[in-house]
């Protein structure tokens, strides 16, 4: 079986990463609708500053 | 026990095995065909009743995508249902002088159009959802032309018991699913304004983009210039984070020809469809103009940059049809940090300082703002 047609069966899951332009943080979240690429973030849990999205992806949920 | 049977009905059982090989033989020699073409009408017509099934769920997605937007002026079914059948009638190509200005006046008139429409079903609505429910209208009429197609050669197939036909179209039926599976599954990803895989050249673009001043350099097109390492850089993508594709093509012609700028190399950044064998999110550097569609934007850009002798680097991203078209998947977006390391070495290698280059980052910029 293709690793398309795996992907079909199981539901992919959406995550976001937020950058902190200030200190280079990464935090991944779970993907909300209105999300994009470049739109602000939340707080750094690091620093404190605002964070910019820098990518969305989606991936396999980890395997039981 | 045969020694038996044979006494018992006074026949000969080998003998009788050998007549019944022989009328086998007899009957695949002359109903063989009829027989596979009757296997094969009914591959096709389970595909069929797929590509159906399909088409339904587009267009119900489509209808519900209109109604749920809560600002219809009434039930959009019918003019729906009118887009799904919408026609664009391709130019002429005996003569084929100046066809691609031909081809880009109908796609303009068509893509207007049917923004206008979209605009006119869902008033004052935000970008992002109109260019989402152009996506999702999109879908669904190509699902329709795809079912209408594989219908048409199905059903003329059997009323001219035309064998071959019948045997091509079964032949090509897996890959045409596999196409109308992945538009399918792109229809969730649009609804929710997700990155596409195919978004994986403006992601890159937006990068360079971050907190600069843009200007509209053409339809759904914006450029920023920055600076790297003592060369000016250009840097464009369609708009974001709507679904569009802009014009690339009109806005590098426009930025040589109109805004007089003397470009010493062009970058492109597109994603490319991966052979079988081929892994998700491997990058591959080669020159050309890296972008697809119709053609028209490659001409363009092909044209612009060898009249004014303007190399022009390609740096793609290897995907799935399905890949490319649904959620932007982590191994392409992992191939993003590479693809930024490759466009700094082009830079650092192929042009000097002071020197002027343009970054394209092309694909649906669905999802990625700038």
Same mark, same amino acid.
């Given at each position: 079986?293709?690793?398309?047609?795996?992907?079909?069966?199981?539901?992919?899951?959406?995550?976001?990463?937020?950058?902190?332009?200030?200190?280079?943080?990464?935090?991944?979240?779970?993907?909300?609708?209105?999300?994009?690429?470049?739109?602000?973030?939340?707080?750094?849990p690091?620093?404190?500053?605002?964070?910019?999205?820098?990518?969305?992806?989606?991936?396999?949920?980890?395997?039981? | 026990?045969?020694?038996?049977l044979?006494?018992?009905?006074g026949?000969?059982?080998?003998?009788?095995?050998?007549? !019944?090989?022989?009328?086998?033989?007899?009957?695949?020699? %002359?109903? *063989?065909?009829? !027989?596979? %073409?009757?296997?094969?009408?009914?591959?096709?017509?389970?595909?069929?009743?797929? @590509?159906?099934?399909?088409?339904? #769920?587009?267009?119900?997605?489509?209808?519900?995508?209109f109604?749920?937007?809560?600002? &219809?002026?009434?039930d959009?079914?019918?003019?729906? +249902?009118?887009?799904?059948?919408?026609?664009?009638?391709?130019?002429?190509?005996?003569?084929?002088?100046? /066809?691609?200005?031909?081809?880009?006046?109908?796609?303009? &008139?068509?893509?207007?159009?049917?923004?206008?429409?979209v605009?006119?079903?869902?008033?004052?609505s935000?970008?992002?959802?109109?260019?989402?429910? =152009?996506?999702?209208?999109? /879908?669904?009429?190509?699902?329709?032309?795809?079912?209408?197609?594989?219908?048409?050669?199905?059903?003329?197939?059997?009323?001219?018991?035309?064998y071959?036909?019948?045997?091509?179209?079964?032949?090509?039926?897996?890959?045409?699913?596999?196409?109308?599976?992945?538009? /399918?599954?792109?229809?969730d990803?649009?609804?929710?304004?997700?990155?596409?895989?195919?978004?994986?050249?403006?992601?890159?673009?937006?990068?360079?983009?971050?907190?600069?001043?843009?200007?509209?350099?053409?339809?759904?097109?914006?450029?920023?210039?920055?600076?790297?390492?003592?060369?000016?850089l250009?840097? !464009?993508k369609?708009? *974001?984070?709507?679904g569009?594709?802009?014009?690339?093509?009109?806005?590098?012609?426009?930025?040589?020809? $109109?805004? #007089?700028?003397?470009?010493?190399?062009?970058?492109?950044?597109?994603?490319?469809?991966?052979? $079988?064998?081929?892994?998700?999110?491997?990058?591959? =550097?080669?020159?050309?103009?890296?972008?697809?569609?119709?053609?028209?934007?490659?001409?363009?850009?092909?044209?612009?940059?060898?009249?004014?002798?303007?190399?022009?680097?390609a740096? @793609?991203? #290897?995907?799935?049809?399905?890949?490319?078209?649904?959620?932007?998947?982590?191994?392409?977006?992992?191939?993003?940090?590479?693809?930024? &390391?490759?466009?700094?070495?082009?830079?650092?290698?192929?042009?000097?300082?002071? +020197? #002027?280059?343009?970054?394209?980052?092309?694909?649906?910029?669905?999802?990625?703002?700038?």
């Open positions: 079986m293709s690793s398309s047609s795996q992907e079909h069966k199981s539901k992919l899951l959406v995550f976001t990463i937020e950058e902190c332009p200030a200190c280079g943080q990464k935090t991944k979240r779970a993907f909300q609708v209105g999300d994009f690429v470049t739109r602000d973030g939340g707080r750094c690091k620093c404190g500053n605002t964070t910019k999205i820098t990518m969305i992806y989606a991936e396999l949920p980890p395997k039981a | 026990m045969l020694a038996g044979s006494l018992q009905f026949v000969d059982v080998n003998s009788l095995i050998n007549v !019944l090989w022989l009328v086998s033989i007899l009957v695949f020699f %002359v109903y *063989g065909q009829r !027989l596979q %073409v009757y296997i094969i009408t009914g591959e096709i017509s389970r595909a069929l009743n797929r @590509l159906k099934v399909m088409r339904d #769920k587009s267009r119900k997605e489509a209808i519900d995508y109604t749920s937007s809560g600002k &219809t002026t009434g959009p079914t019918q003019r729906i +249902d009118e887009f799904l059948d919408y026609v664009t009638i391709m130019p002429v190509d005996m003569d084929p002088n100046g /066809i691609v200005g031909k081809l880009q006046h109908i796609t303009n &008139t068509r893509d207007e159009r049917v923004r206008a429409e605009g006119q079903l869902i008033p004052n935000d970008p992002t959802k109109v260019s989402v429910a =152009e996506n999702i209208l999109e /879908i669904a009429t190509s699902l329709n032309q795809i079912h209408k197609i594989v219908r048409h050669y199905y059903l003329l197939g059997k009323k001219t018991n035309s071959m036909l019948l045997f091509q179209l079964q032949m090509i039926m897996p890959m045409v699913l596999q196409e109308a599976d992945a538009l /399918i599954n792109a229809v990803t649009f609804k929710l304004g997700q990155p596409v895989g195919d978004g994986i050249g403006p992601v890159i673009a937006s990068r360079y983009m971050l907190n600069l001043p843009k200007q509209v350099v053409g339809k759904d097109t914006v450029m920023a210039v920055t600076e790297y390492k003592g060369r000016t250009y840097v !464009l369609a708009e *974001g984070p709507m569009y594709v802009g014009e690339p093509g009109v806005a590098i012609q426009k930025l040589v020809e $109109e805004m #007089k700028v003397p470009l010493n190399a062009i970058i492109m950044v597109d994603a490319a469809l991966k052979l $079988e064998g081929e892994k998700t999110g491997e990058v591959a =550097e080669g020159v050309g103009a890296a972008i697809g569609g119709i053609g028209v934007d490659k001409f363009k850009i092909e044209e612009v940059s060898s009249t004014q002798k303007i190399p022009v680097y740096i @793609l991203v #290897k995907q799935s049809l399905l890949e490319a078209i649904t959620i932007m998947r982590k191994e392409i977006a992992e191939a993003s940090d590479k693809v930024q &390391t490759l466009i700094n070495r082009v830079i650092e290698e192929k042009t000097k300082e002071g +020197d #002027k280059v343009l970054l394209a980052g092309i694909g649906n910029t669905l999802g990625v703002g700038q």
